[in-house]
């Protein structure tokens, strides 16, 4: 698995001529980094007394980073394999309408999955957003950089997965399918863009 290779490995791996591991996993590994940063500024604030009153929504906060992280992780993976999946589909034979059929309906399928996968790691990393934008607020302001930084790394593995979305987006024959995917991308773009400001403002002030 990707995610049990050494930091080293997996940037070799990137670098390679293969096409997996690609943008998506990056993607979801910054988005599961992102969670890292605001589980670690969780830990430098709970137990402080300066941070008392804050203290049950930290550890809340924590839980929840902490879930992001272990999901955000096994998407790495499931990008790669997705991608698998419209490979596998692509070298499928075409020499009959039969075969023809079979073919366009796999790679449907596989187009489906590989856009199932970037979408569920905007999904996460908007939540991510919404997390760091929490501990940057709230949190120990020593680690202001750090909160700021994992807002930052949300931020990018949304728009990062929003393209691989998007390419695989343009190949969907469903129109419906396409549209609603399309408004809910919209919609999410929006919203990291707002907190991406707030953020911005928020560390700001504070340096």
Do not use: W
């Not at 070298?91 to 039969?98: A, F, I, M, S, Y």
């Not at 129109?175 to 953020?199: D, H, I, P, T, Y």
């Amino acid at each position: 698995m990707l995610v049990d290779e050494n930091i080293r490995d997996f940037i070799r791996s990137v670098a390679s001529s293969s096409p997996t591991p690609g943008g998506g996993s990056v993607a979801a590994l910054c988005g599961a980094l992102s969670g890292s940063l605001t589980a670690m500024v969780c830990n430098l604030t709970i137990g402080r007394d300066k941070y008392d009153d804050v203290r049950p929504e930290m550890e809340r906060t924590l839980e929840d980073s902490s879930k992001l992280v272990e999901r955000l992780t096994q998407l790495v993976d499931e990008d790669a394999q997705a991608y698998a999946s419209v490979v596998a589909a692509l070298r499928l034979p075409k020499g009959t309408d039969e075969e023809k059929g079979k073919r366009l309906e796999a790679m449907q399928n596989g187009l489906r999955r590989a856009i199932a996968v970037p979408v569920e790691v905007m999904e996460l990393s908007l939540e991510a957003i919404r997390l760091a934008y929490l501990v940057v607020r709230k949190g120990n302001e020593g680690a202001l950089s750090d909160s700021g930084s994992g807002a930052m790394l949300a931020f990018a593995a949304l728009h990062a997965a929003s393209m691989n979305v998007k390419i695989n987006l343009k190949e969907i024959q469903d129109q419906e399918f396409k549209n609603e995917v399309a408004e809910k991308l919209g919609e999410m773009e929006e919203e990291a863009e707002l907190l991406r400001s707030e953020v911005l403002t928020e560390v700001n002030l504070k340096m």
